[in-house]
């Protein structure tokens, strides 16, 4: 399969090296020069400085007959104009980044059927909506949901007098809804079983159904826990501003600072009265002392400065924010920063990546989250007739030891499997897997 970027910027260089494992055939282009120079020293594609929204470089040779075209260039414009004259020039399929929140609330519909894209991505929203969902969940650092939110996947890090630790998981009381699916400790997946015990600084994964981990997640929550009303927010750029919107709407006092006066107006008109957006510098102590920072129960650093978001949420800890969250770009950082006291990192281009392999690989999958810095992943996928695994007690399925079936939906109803489950055709299979086997473990699934 023959897939086309245009736009080598981060989101695209990110795009490219995950698809580029996948050993998909990837072009990037990108009209500058010099934005191509970092992809061509580190990932195994083919590169081309060209004008990616010209229909002279759709007639080229490289582009001609490609299966799908990705347009994240800097520009909603551009993005558009590069996927209707891909579809006019026999690419099959398109996914456009859109930034701007109008196009995307009053004319997704309309851009879908008028400019021939199939996927929009907008990474700044699906970060804070990431964010949202982790904060409704207190003890969570990463909440994903699948099966329309039927199945709910819950990361926990197991704290030192957890009532998790310590204990096989075989004797814990974990309700019968609710699996063990992962442990992920000193950079090792591991595939759990009833003998294995959760350790202080694992970071444990649940899946199950979703109202039965909400309940669960509370029995993990630190009597001395917060619940999330006040947050204070660096960085009124669109993730800042998406998410302070979020979170007001829901009751939460939010205070965004920002130092460009045109951001803090912005975001100022809509927020409700007990809010604020301050112009002001955030890493100025006597501001933020002043401001309440010692009351937040959250503090969420999204500047587009990856170290200044770690130092601003290890400022914030000292001056007393109960949990910090980082948005980074690098999702390399985001081990390190966990490893020096940050509780919760986010990649908005890992989460927005996520969404297009899902969209690539097709072929009955549904939805991809990356898990632990892309070195495992959630997938949901159909299970396809003909498939290995269909008709099959799961024993017997022969699946890899790479991958654990956590959950599945048949008739909208969300299970946990065991090893007598037989997938039928039709339903969906929740399954945790390590990346570099995903591919082998995915045939399973798919038509033989």
Known sequence: MRVIIIGAGKLGYSIAELLSQEEYDIVVIDKEEGQLE???????????????????????????????????????????????????????????????????????????????????????????????????????????????????????????????????????????????????????????????????????????????????????????????????????????RFTARILDKQGVQVKIFDMNRERCRLIAGTLSSHSMAIHGDGTNIDLLQSEGISDADIMICMTDDDKLNLLLALMGRHLGAAKTIVMVNRYDYIDLMEKVGVDIVLSSRFLAASEVLAFVRRGGIVSVSLLEGAKAEAIEVLVQPGAKVAGKKLMDAALPRECLVCGYVRNEEAFVPNGNTVLNPGDRAIIIVQMKHSKNVLKYFQKD
Request: aromatic share 4%; glycine share 6%.
């Open 38 to 240: 970092n992809i061509k020293e580190n990932l195994d594609v083919l590169t081309m400085a060209a004008n990616g929204s010209s229909p002279i470089t759709m007639d080229n040779p490289d582009v001609q007959g490609a299966d799908i075209l990705i347009a994240v260039t800097g520009s909603d414009e551009v993005n558009m104009v590069c996927c209707i004259l891909a579809k006019k020039h026999g690419i099959t399929h398109t996914v456009a980044r859109i930034r701007d929140m109008q196009f995307m609330s009053e004319a997704k519909d309309y851009l879908k059927a008028n400019f021939d894209i199939d996927l929009m991505l907008n990474p700044e929203y699906i970060t804070s909506m990431e964010i949202n969902r982790i904060l409704m969940v207190p003890a969570a650092l990463n909440v994903e949901d699948f099966a329309e939110g039927r199945v709910r996947l819950f990361e926990t890090k197991v704290r030192r007098n957890s009532p998790l630790a310590g204990t096989p998981l075989k004797n814990l009381d974990i309700p019968k809804s609710i699996l063990a699916a992962m442990i992920f400790r000193d950079h090792r997946m591991i595939i759990p079983h009833g003998d294995d015990c959760l350790l202080p600084h694992d970071n444990a994964y649940f899946v199950g159904e979703a109202g039965a981990i909400a309940n669960f997640s509370k029995n993990l929550v630190r009597s001395d826990a917060r619940k999330i009303s006040r947050a204070v927010i660096i960085g009124a750029g669109r993730a800042g």
